[in-house]
């Protein structure tokens, strides 16, 4: 599986921007997809993931502002973040994975990465 992140860029605080992640493979659709954000500076950080199936699940900070769907017919898992703030400038990864963890927060549990897109919110 081959994952291509896209849809980054500048926007101002309180703005919204649609992320995608696009595979190749045709296993996708059985993966889990995992997105992840790197701040200036820090570690890499779990933001949500989508099964399968489509239920997704978030961390706290983003809960209630970014939505993660997908499309396995198109292969593509989405990431639309709305009521953006300057803590959320990042470099966003998408990720796969086929851990059976509810909630796999550790990077090391996935298996295939896209190369990220930048994600800068001005205030």
């Known amino acids: 599986v081959q994952l291509q992140a896209s849809g980054g860029g500048l926007v101002q605080a309180g703005g919204s921007l649609r992320l995608s992640c696009a595979a190749s493979g045709r296993t996708f659709s059985s993966y889990r997809v995992g997105w992840f954000r790197q701040p200036p500076g820090k570690e890499r950080e779990f933001v949500g993931i989508v099964s399968s199936s489509g239920g997704a699940t978030y961390v706290g900070s983003v809960k209630g502002r970014f939505t993660i769907s997908r499309d396995n017919a198109k292969n593509t898992v989405y990431l639309q973040m709305n009521s953006l703030k300057p803590d959320d400038t990042a470099v966003y990864y998408c990720?796969?994975?086929?851990?059976?963890?509810?909630?796999?927060?550790?990077?090391?549990?996935?298996?295939?990465w896209g190369q990220g897109t930048q994600v800068t919110v001005s205030s």
């Open positions: 990720a796969a994975t086929s851990s059976t963890y509810p909630q796999p927060r550790d990077p090391a549990l996935y298996d295939y």
